[in-house]
C-alpha cells in the first residue's frame, strides 16, 4: 500500500536531492552531434590532408568552395557542441564544490561559444574574400 | 556534530584493468584531448584569416618532429573515439551487451584504431615523405 507521506526529507527536498528528471535532451543531442560528426570527422581528416603543405593563399581559395566553407563551419559549430556536452559530463563527474564546478562549466560555455564565433568570423572573411 | 574523513573502499589500487574498464576511461580521455585539438583547430583557421604570420609560424611547427607526433596523437585519438564511439551507438539501440560481444568489440576498436591510423600517415608519408 503506498505511503500517504512523503518519504523525502524536508532538507532533501529544500537543497534538491534524488533525481534531476532531466537529461534527455542531454542526451539525445550527444548522439546527435556524434552521428553527424561521423561524417564532419571524416571530412575533416580528408580536408586537411588536401590542404596540407599549401601555401596560405592557396589554402584560403581552396576555401572559397561551397563544399569547404560550409562543412568546415558545420564541423567546427558541431565539434565545439559536441566538446562542450561532453565536458560538462566530465566537470560533474569530477568536480564536486560548487563554485569550482558553476565556474569551470560557465568557462567551458563561454570558451565554446566565443570559439565558434571566432571561427565563424575567420571563416566568412577566408571564404568570402574576393567574392 | 563535523564528519571526519572516512576511508574509502579501494578501486584502481586493486581492480584488475579489462577492456571494458580501459576501453572506456580511453574513449573519455582522447574526447578530451580532442576537444583541445578542437580549439586549436579553431585558432588554426582564425591564423589563417587574420595573422598570415602567425599562421606560417603555427604551421611549421606542425612541420617538425614534435608537430607531427603531435598530430599522429590526435589521428589515433580521433579513429579510436570515432570507432568506440559507433560502438557506443550500438549500445544506445541495446545491442552488443553481452559479454563475448562486447569483448570482441573492444578488441576490434582497438584494431581499427591502429589500422586507420597507420594509414593515414602511410599517406601523409607518401604524399609529402618525412
Known sequence: MKPHFSLRTALGRAKGLGSAKQGTAHFIQQRVT????????????WALLSVGGLTPLEIK????????LVGMMLTVFVTLFHSYLGLQVVIEDYVAAPLWKNTLLLGVKFLSVGLGVLAFCALIKVGMSGL | MSSFQRPLSPHLQVYKPQISSVLSILHRLTGLFLA???YVLVIWLSLLAFDTEGFVTLSSFFGTLGGHLILGAW???FFYHFCNGVRH?????????????????GWSVVALTVILTTAV???????WGF
Do not use: E, H, N, Q
Not at chain 2, 600517415?121 to 604524399?127: A, E, M, P, T, Y
Open chain 2, 36 to 38: 583541445l585539438g578542437g
Open chain 2, 121 to 127: 600517415w602511410v599517406c601523409v608519408f607518401i604524399r
Open chain 2, 89 to 105: 551507438l550500438f549500445w544506445d539501440m541495446g545491442l552488443g551487451y553481452g559479454l563475448a560481444t562486447m569483448t570482441k568489440s
Open chain 1, 34 to 45: 556524434a552521428i553527424a560528426l561521423l561524417i564532419l570527422g571524416l571530412w575533416l581528416i
Open chain 1, 61 to 68: 581559395a581552396w576555401f572559397r568552395s561551397p563544399v569547404a
Open chain 2, 75 to 77: 589521428t589515433a585519438a
